[in-house]
DNA sequence: CGGGATCCATAGTGATACTG
DNA sequence: CAGTATCACTATGGATCCCG
């Protein structure tokens, strides 16, 4: 099979996939690809892919997350279905945030990105450099 | 090889990535992904990654982008090296917006990362449509 | 044609203080 | 412990007009 056929074939799948055929004030790709494409989603994810953590557990884990956006960051993953919230009626009370087997899912792809992104942040920050310094 | 052993050591050291081992404050990885996190980054990625367009090809190939947002993130694209951008001085002038190598190789993990989002997306509305009916 | 400049609305993010 | 509430600030995105 001609791999330069069949390579074109698959981006303009990709990107008819992104552009819902002309719909693009409905898109379900980049809709689902908005909601994990947070500041934090996918760090939380990530992280919760190893094991279930509670709250507080998380806040030490990531120190540079203010409370406001973990707790606002958790609620979304929830509602998008990543995310179980389960509450152990203790007392104080502790709650455990674990991941569905839907946000199990997002791991493969996820970790596709965050290699990629391993391996050519030299390039990118050399990339800026060059650029910046010629505007300069 | 235990898959379980093999899955939490891949888990670890995505998460290691995504926190820089712990700087936090200045993580190449989250530095990356953030750069073609926008709104329209990958979009113009994916399509340039069929062929090379001109300014205003990518305008109507993408008729909800305003001007001011194309502009601005065919810039950042540029900046980070994953576009390249040449001036015909014809007149009027024309100018073409192509990848670069670095820009090509982000195609494969974003296609990862879109055919997950079309696989699921069912999943995650109808997540939504649930957890918003419970809140109710 | 391919932008730049300006103004404005909204979403994202964070600091702080308070609560069941 | 695990949040809520409030405020302030910044970033993102869009509309409009202008220019070489």
Known sequence: ?????????????????????????????????????????????????????????????????????????LYDLQRDGYVHREVFPTKPPSVEYSLTDLGRSMFAPLQMLVQWAELNHDAVRAARAAFDAAQA
């Open 1 to 73: 099979m001609d791999s330069k056929i069949f390579n074109l074939k698959a981006k303009l799948e990709v990107y008819k996939a992104m552009t819902n055929g002309g719909n693009f004030a409905d898109c379900p790709v980049r809709d689902v690809i908005q909601g994990i494409s947070g500041k934090w989603s996918s760090l939380l994810v990530m992280a919760l892919a190893e094991k279930p953590y509670r709250f507080g557990e998380l806040r030490r884990l990531v120190p540079d997350i203010s409370q406001r956006m973990l707790t606002q960051t």
